[in-house]
């Protein structure tokens, strides 16, 4: 635990070592949300410093990591970054950036929380419990998805999905009119050798054995040798006609309890991690 936590610590420190040259290269990108307005300070530092290895968006490429998904630095605490940015990693490679200050240090970390939906970037005006009355109800998500242990299984666990995207990006994602299924949960149908057929979503296969976890939670295990065929369905469980089946409203209230969920789910992690620190 301690080395995947410092491997990771390491990338991103490296990577906010970058020259301000690398990040003019790539000056005219954008964010996908424009936080210039809100984070001027942040997103011209992180520019300088930062852009050139993560992104103005800071979702990462191939010589530093997304700091907006990865969840390593999404549980680090404001401290341990800055701390980061700092001191630098001796030995590493990684140089102190002892001449910020602590202002721009919180501006660096006030804009990497707003790319990743937190502290404010996309502020969200729903109702979290009618939300919630909604995600087990009428909306029918928990049918599919679950939410801190309860709900379904058919569709990705969305307790930290807000802690990735921001209230705009979801409310998107909701209404989105044509989607295709996540890697793992593609629904199939397979024929065995003697006809039989069965139905479910594909968890796992190689070339010897495919796993299916059926609609009643059951796991099936089939070798490769007794199987005819397995079809694919390229349609996706997740409703198409949100945008007209739920008001706005409704999408809203949806968002802030999906929101509300991650941001409890991190405040959880953060004080467990200082009670076993303790």
């Not at 800071?58 to 401290?79: C, F, H, M, W, Y």
């Not at 419990?129 to 666990?157: D, N, T, V, Y």
């Not at 990006?169 to 199939?188: D, H, L, Q, W």
């Amino acid at each position: 635990m301690i080395c995947r936590h410092y491997h990771v610590n390491f990338l991103l420190a490296l990577a906010l070592a970058v020259a301000p040259a690398l990040a003019r290269g790539q000056a005219g990108a954008t964010p996908e949300s424009d936080f210039s307005n809100t984070f001027p300070d942040g997103r011209r530092i992180f520019s300088a410093n930062c852009a050139g290895c993560h992104g103005l968006d800071g979702r990462g490429s191939e010589k530093a990591p997304n700091l907006i998904s990865n969840t390593s630095v999404q549980r680090s605490s404001d401290a341990e970054l800055t701390g980061i940015i700092r001191n630098g990693i001796a030995g590493s490679g990684m140089p102190a950036f002892r001449s910020l200050s602590a202002t721009e240090l919180r501006s660096i970390l006030s804009y990497i929380h707003a790319l990743q939906g937190k502290k404010g970037s996309s502020p969200v005006a729903g109702d979290a419990k009618r939300g919630q009355a909604l995600f087990f109800g009428k909306a029918e998500c928990s049918k599919c998805h679950s939410m801190a242990g309860q709900g379904g299984f058919l569709g990705p666990e969305l307790t930290g999905y807000a802690s990735e995207r921001s209230a705009s990006e979801i409310a998107a994602e909701i209404t989105r009119p044509k989607r295709t299924p996540s890697n793992g949960f593609k629904s199939v149908v397979v024929t065995t050798n003697n006809g039989t057929r069965v139905a479910g979503i594909l968890r796992n296969e190689d070339n010897f054995s495919l796993q299916l976890q059926t609609e009643d939670g059951s796991f099936r295990f089939l070798d490769r040798s007794a199987v005819q065929d397995v079809a694919e369905s390229d349609q996706c469980r997740m409703p198409t006609d949100y945008a007209s089946r739920l008001s706005h409203g409704d999408i809203d209230d949806i968002v802030t309890f999906l929101v509300h969920q991650s941001s409890s789910q991190t405040q959880s992690a953060k004080s467990n991690r200082q009670g076993n620190a303790e």
